[in-house]
């Protein structure tokens, strides 16, 4: 799954990465952000179906469906798999038609070992930015309040991630990048091979510390790497 990722990069740099403006919602101003964690206002994009151009808009990570009575079904939908998205009621049209991409330098993933959780900071091995594929719909509630919301998909892990979690975020490939976002394009059997497990290779992942566990931290320090340990150093050593 993915429950935590970091996007710490200025909205400048997000929007030379992917070719798209920032629009402000409500006010709210870009802030980099290094514990993004679920019901929390993220950057979302999106390809314009008028026009050709790409938005970078804040959406609400838990995907609530345009016919959803309540909010609240959204808390169950930050992540979906990848290998079945498209064929459930729950989110077959929005991946025929509302896909998206969420920016993000790096993702979080706890390692269960004995009664504890470590939790390891996963990027690209060059630092660079990434983008998890994504779904988005509109949703109105009963008081009429619009709310647009996104789920991140999910795909099997590759070899970095494997011992760590049974499920890793599809990481879109940057050549694919038009295709996953165009609006008018709807060949499902076309869309699914883009969501496969990121190359290990080009990743690398080292250990946090716990403060990435709190809500109410979100500074540099939820990512900053953690010395690996006496018998990491002769054994096992993350990178």
């Known amino acids: 799954m993915c429950g935590r990722f970091r996007v710490g990069r200025k909205k400048e740099i997000l929007e030379e990465e992917f070719g798209a403006e920032y629009e402000a ?8 952000r290094y514990n993004v964690a679920p019901g929390q206002d993220i950057a979302v994009l999106r390809q314009d179906a008028v026009r050709p151009a790409r938005r970078l808009s804040p959406m609400r990570w838990g995907l609530i ?3 959803s009575k309540s909010a609240s079904i959204g808390n ?4 979906v798999r990848a290998e079945s998205a498209a064929s459930m009621s729950y989110f077959r ?7 998206c991409m969420v920016p993000a330098d790096g993702f979080y993933e706890w390692k269960r070992e004995g009664i504890s959780k470590t939790p390891f900071c996963f990027t690209m091995r060059d630092a660079s930015m990434f983008a998890f594929a994504g779904l988005w719909e509109r949703w109105r509630s009963p008081q009429g ?22 499920r ?6 940057p050549e694919v990048y038009d295709l996953w976002l165009d609006p008018g394009f709807s060949k499902v059997e076309e869309l699914k091979p883009l969501l496969k497990p990121y190359p290990a290779a080009a990743m690398r992942r080292y250990r946090v510390s716990g403060r990435v566990n709190h809500v109410k931290y979100d500074d540099p320090e939820c ?14 050593r993350f990178e």
């Open 25 to 32: 919602a409500n006010g709210m101003e870009w802030v980099p």
């Open 65 to 67: 469906p345009y016919w």
């Open 76 to 79: 169950k939908a930050i992540n």
């Open 93 to 99: 049209d929005a991946f025929r038609s509302r896909r």
């Open 145 to 166: 309040q619009l709310i647009e919301s996104c789920a991140i998909l999910t795909t099997a892990p590759n070899e970095l991630v494997r011992d760590v979690h049974d």
């Open 168 to 173: 890793m975020p599809a990481i879109l490939s």
């Open 223 to 236: 990512a900053a790497e953690i010395e690996p340990t006496i018998d990491e150093q002769f054994g096992l």
